[in-house]
């Protein structure tokens, strides 16, 4: 599957800012892992899984990562992808726990990623680049701040990679400050 394929896959289904901007934002946290962590010749499949892993939260928000699974087999997606974008809503809609180190990497960050959008938006910079691991710290201790995030998975996530919750909390945002230049340029073009 390629970049443009996924693409039109998931805005058959996605149409509103936030939901694709999260979606890019995913996918290139993803590449980003893949390159950091040894996974190089990867990164392609990597930034798939991210950018389709919520396919079907905008319209079946009650199916997540149930109704995604029958939407891609439609679309003839190849079912490595197919379980590794379900596996996200692992303990929370599926039962698929993630396996393989992408997989847990995908769980770990997903809820991560909305957080640390949510602390950039209340910067004076409205971005990560400014931003250091101790106020995300803060953040993420304040379970009245971006209460939608689940500190919860967060914490699972770091478990499942044999992480410190600060290494995932300090890798997850330099990904995104990495990656906020290629993020806002995808965005700005849609």
Known sequence: MT????????????????????AITVEHVM?????ELGYGDEAEYWSLVGLLHDLDFEQWPEEHCKKSQELM???GVEERII?????HGWGLCVDIKPEHEMEKVLYATDELTGLIGAAALMRPSKSVADM?????????KDKKFAAGC?????LS?????GWELDRLLELTLKAMQS?????????AAL
């Open 132 to 140: 250091e691991l101790k106020s995300l710290k803060k953040k993420f």
């Open 150 to 154: 689940s500190r919860e998975v967060i």
């Open 179 to 187: 990656e906020e230049g290629a993020i806002e340029a995808a965005v």
């Open 3 to 22: 970049r443009e394929e996924a693409w039109q896959l998931l805005t058959t289904y996605n149409k509103e800012p936030f939901h694709l901007r999260h």
């Open 73 to 75: 087999r439609q679309a």
């Open 31 to 35: 590449g980003w892992y893949a390159r």
């Open 157 to 161: 996530g770091a478990e499942l990679l």
């Open 83 to 87: 379980r590794s974008t379900a596996c």
